[in-house]
């Protein structure tokens, strides 16, 4: 399984950014797609996930009405929007995949990518 990132940058607060993870090496649709973050200094967290064919999502609370997370059949990806970025919102965000339910992903997530910064300045 491979998961490539891509779409962080530097952005202001309020700003948006979408955030892409392109997936490949196996059928995921009975797998669970997330998206999970580290700020400096602090352990990483997670921000959204959803089950690959699935409508229902999960979120941190921190990111709740803020951030969507869906998914592409099509292209075999999955994206993350942003929206009212905040400071707080910095950190390395990484794409993260399992197979089976969403709780399980986000408590042991099984394929990770390599990480695409984001950046919200004040």
């Known amino acids: 399984v491979q998961l490539v990132e891509s779409g962080g940058g530097s952005v202001q607060h309020g700003g948006s950014l979408r955030l892409s993870c392109a997936a490949s090496g196996r059928t995921f649709s009975s797998y669970s797609m997330g998206w999970f973050r580290q700020a400096p200094g602090q352990e990483r967290e997670f921000v959204a996930a959803?089950?690959?064919?699935?409508?229902?999502?999960y979120y941190a609370d921190s990111v709740k009405g803020r951030f969507t997370i869906s998914t592409d059949n099509a292209k075999n990806t999955v994206y993350l929007q942003m929206n009212s970025l905040k400071p707080e919102d910095t950190a390395v965000y990484y794409c993260a995949a399992r197979y089976g339910l969403p709780f399980l992903l986000r408590s042991s997530p099984e394929y990770w990518g390599q990480g695409t910064h984001v950046t919200v300045s004040s």
């Open positions: 959803k089950y690959w064919t699935g409508s229902i999502t």
